[in-house]
């Protein structure tokens, strides 16, 4: 029997996996955050820069500020950023002395825990983005293992990663991501010994979504085969395309004679708390999952998943989810098998979005689609089809693109952005347009509670400042009665 911690990841990949990653704001998680610190998790997967640049883009809130806040409030526990190595918040590659600076402004406002993912397990990019954290001072380094399916990825290719990694001394630990939700048990069984055993002592955590309905059971033999640290969600952030319920997983590895030492009263009423917002909200809420074994054709990820339908729905198109998806195992095929992780999926999916509603298959080619042929990304695991990589690089965006510089530069954004002093402004204004990074610069600082139980009385004031003044205004429910009268 063994002692398992536990990772939460309700305020990121729960957040972004089933509300689209724009369900929380800084308010909502800051008044969350002290009992997140009570309940005893091993981390906190908290940020990304995508989420950086959604909290400035959508919420108009400083993310800089909003990570200092959230270390101020979880002291004990280190807070969790997720990146691939190569870009921030854009899609435009940055070199090295770019994305240090990125590193040292995170560490600097409080990110402890750092995952470095490489979507192609390009194993020397991933060490040479780990020595640059070491450098900076980063105090926790995970490597990810990116879990797929495909004649490629066997056991021994992964053991043969695991090996590079556990011989470098700037990564402490790994974990297998599992963002699809493919892990069977029965592949856990014969892969995750074989990491253990090329980690060579280095602790291995398990990440894996619950998309398939597979998961659940994958975490209850995983304790077994060597994983002591287990990634779930609480409440309403849980199941569905989310990752698994830290209560019921809980529940079950006690009661197969593991020890999970939390704070359950915390725990309860962390669920508790998120259940509250997504009712005030009008949020979804997470439900396990039945078998489809079509994820394991198409691969995307929950918060693929969830975005995608949301932007179709946002263009009128939700009827062609079905064509959409199709689509996307064909684009994926041509493309040459990517991972289906960051930024990977978003190309795949943008492409089969415009292969679907275009007379013409690659008729339209997004920007990002044209960089992935052009290997800015890296070199893909298998060769792009030769018909699609010629109509894609035939383009006379294509040939724009070509002309681009293949990085975007510390110095060149340093010439670009002169008179901007603090650092993280300039790495804000370096990838974001200026009218959003403005917005947000005098949108002020943010409200630092939010209490979901409020929401009705705020939406009834606005509604009534938004009428003709009143001077006697009265409402009435069963147990409740409100009246606003005025001064004479």
């Known amino acids: 029997m063994s002692d398992i911690r536990l990772v939460d990841v309700s305020v990121r990949d729960g957040n972004q996996s089933l509300w689209g990653a724009t369900g929380l704001n800084s308010s909502q998680m800051l008044t969350v955050a002290p009992l997140l610190e009570r309940v005893g998790f091993r981390a906190i997967d908290f940020i990304s820069s995508t989420h950086m640049g959604i909290a400035a883009r959508v919420f108009r809130e400083n993310p800089w500020q909003l990570i200092r806040l959230m270390r101020k409030a979880t002291p004990t526990t280190p807070l969790q950023f997720i990146g691939t190595g190569f870009r921030f918040i854009s899609w435009e590659a940055a070199d090295h002395d770019f994305m240090r600076l990125v590193y040292r402004c995170l560490i600097d406002a409080g990110i402890a825990r750092f995952i470095v993912l490489d979507p192609m397990h390009d194993m020397d990019a991933l060490l ?60 856990a069984r014969t892969l995750i010994p074989a990491l253990v055993k090329e980690m060579r002592g280095k602790p291995l955590e398990l990440h894996s979504h619950c998309t398939v309905g597979l998961s659940q059971f994958t975490y209850l033999d995983a304790p077994g085969l060597g994983i002591d640290t287990l990634h779930v969600a609480a409440g309403p952030l849980a199941n569905g395309t989310s990752l698994p319920s830290a209560t019921s997983i809980v529940a079950n590895l006690r009661e197969a004679g593991h020890t999970v030492d939390i704070d359950d009263r915390a725990l309860a009423l962390v669920c508790d708390y998120f259940s509250r917002l997504a009712d005030a909200e009008g949020l979804p809420v997470g439900m396990p999952q039945e078998y489809d074994a079509s994820f394991l054709r198409h691969q995307l990820a929950g918060g693929v998943m969830t975005t995608l339908k949301r932007q179709l729905a946002e263009l009128g198109l939700e009827d062609r989810l079905d064509a959409v998806i199709e689509e996307v195992e064909h684009v994926r095929a041509e493309l040459g098998y990517p991972i289906m992780v960051t930024p990977f999926p978003q190309i795949v999916c943008a492409q089969a979005v415009y292969n679907v509603v275009s007379e013409t298959r690659y008729e339209k080619v997004p920007d990002q689609a044209i960089r992935y042929v052009l290997k800015r990304f890296g070199k893909p695991t298998a060769e792009v089809d030769p018909d ?39 790495l804000l204004r370096a990838v974001m347009p200026a009218e959003q990074v403005d917005a947000m610069l005098s949108a002020g600082r943010t409200p630092a509670e939010y209490n979901p139980d409020a929401r009705p009385i705020i939406e009834l004031l606005k509604g009534l400042a938004s009428r003709p003044p009143q001077r006697h205004v009265v409402v009435e429910k069963p147990g409740f009665r409100l009246e606003l009268r005025g001064r004479d």
């Open 388 to 426: 699609v990589k010629d109509r894609i690089l035939g383009s006379s965006r294509a040939k724009a693109i070509m002309a681009e510089p293949p990085l975007l530069t510390l110095s060149d954004a340093r010439k670009k952005f002169p008179h901007v002093r603090s650092d993280e402004e300039f």
């Open 128 to 187: 040479r983005v780990a020595h640059i954290l070491r450098e900076e001072g980063a105090a926790e380094i995970m490597a990810a293992f990116t879990y797929t399916v495909s004649d490629v990825h066997d056991d021994a290719f992964y053991a043969g990663i695991a090996r590079r990694v556990s011989a470098s001394p700037d990564v402490d630990l790994a974990y297998l991501k599992d963002p699809a939700g493919l892990l069977t048990p029965e592949r």
